[in-house]
């Protein structure tokens, strides 16, 4: 069962607040994009009923395009929006001691999260979506419910633990549009081209590994929780892989428990054949993969025997997370439980070259 927005009635009452209406009617294409979410959270046409149609202007791709564009950072900022309003996250930007003329990019945050005992992290797919989302088409296709991480959130918060929501494709800023916009707030805009001398990188953003090891060194590590669990998305899986080599030692010790779903990191290609982070990845990872089979059933795999991995319950790559999002939790609740049963903890070995040492204790 997927989770009920319908049965909420602060959802009902904020989403109707905050409609998507009202931020297309303060844009250029009010009549090209006369759409807002229902009180399902699917996308529809506000005359016709019907979904999304791209192609609303005969053979004009280009012009098409951009209307989809336009309609996608609306749909970033509504659910920056609903993160802040329905989920009550903090906004919290970075880098920590940048200067005020300096680009710099955002997570969110609930209020206790630093300071909760168990702490939940979401590290999305890359792509031209921020925040808050697991994929954008699907938002635009399947609804809200489908394509934000809001059930997630809120299924986090209720289990009483705090959440991060990282932010790792807002990477750069566009100078053409900042001098257009002249210092807007909708700056975040995330990138849909291919690079630019117009574009600055956003210092400890400019990746989505950066990003994720800057929240890491700066928040996360600091934070009062012993036990953090991860749930990575695509190219989010990578990241998190990547923060694990760089920040070995004290991941291993922190983080309980990783749910990848359709993950892009490679463990061999990543670790160098590290047998220490293999070992910890087998024991402590399991990914959820797009197939046919029903949902938790065993899929084997001849590219990645790292961890343990099972079904989606769905083919489509989009519906991966919601589909699994149950599951997750389960998992997550497991993983806990056995965690508090034994005190083992991963410590550095006395063999580990003078160079790890260093990279360990960034």
Not at 27 to 47: A, V
Not at 195 to 223: A, C
Not at 250 to 276: C, L, R, W
Request: aromatic fraction near 10%; glycine fraction near 6%.
């Amino acid at each position: 069962m997927m989770t009920d927005f319908t049965g909420e009635h602060m959802w009902l009452q904020i989403q109707h607040e905050l409609s998507l209406r009202k931020l297309i009617e303060g844009s250029e294409y009010q009549e090209e994009l006369k759409y807002d979410f229902n009180i399902k959270g699917e996308l529809r046409h506000l005359d016709t009923n019907e979904s999304f149609v791209f192609n609303y202007y005969k053979n004009a791709h280009e012009q098409n395009h951009k209307r989809y564009q336009v309609l996608g950072h609306l749909i970033t900022q509504y659910v920056y929006e609903l993160l802040e309003r329905v989920c009550m996250l903090q906004k919290v930007y970075i880098p920590t001691d940048a200067t005020e003329v300096e680009p710099r990019s955002f997570f969110f945050m609930s209020k206790n999260a630093l300071s909760s005992s168990t702490l939940i992290v979401l590290l999305q797919d890359h792509g031209v979506f921020c925040a808050g989302q697991w994929g954008q088409r699907t938002i635009v296709s399947e609804g809200l419910r489908h394509g934000t991480q809001i059930p997630f959130i809120k299924m986090a918060l209720q289990s009483h633990r705090g959440v991060i929501v990282l932010n790792p494709n807002d990477n750069f800023v566009d100078l053409k549009t900042e001098k257009e916009r002249l210092g807007s707030s909708t700056r975040e805009e995330a990138l849909t081209s291919t690079q630019s001398v117009w574009w600055i990188p956003k210092r400890g953003s400019s990746s989505p590994e950066e990003h994720t090891m800057y929240v890491w060194d700066h928040f996360i590590s600091k934070s009062a929780a012993k036990n953090v669990a991860f749930i990575a998305h695509g190219y989010g899986g990578l990241a998190f892989v990547d923060l694990l080599v760089q920040r070995k030692w004290e991941v291993m010790n922190k983080v309980y428990s990783v749910a990848f779903i359709d993950s892009m990191h490679n463990t061999q290609h990543q670790t160098g054949s590290d047998p220490q982070i293999q070992e910890w990845i087998q024991k402590y990872c399991r990914e959820w993969v797009s197939n046919s089979k029903p949902l938790d059933k065993a899929v084997g795999s001849l590219m990645k025997m790292d961890c343990p991995t099972v079904s989606a319950g769905t083919e489509r790559y989009g519906l991966a997370p919601s589909c699994c999002l149950h599951a997750i939790f389960k998992y997550l609740k497991s993983t806990l439980k056995a965690k508090t049963t034994t005190s083992f903890r991963y410590s550095p070995v006395a063999t580990r070259s003078s160079t790890s040492k260093k990279r360990d204790n960034k």
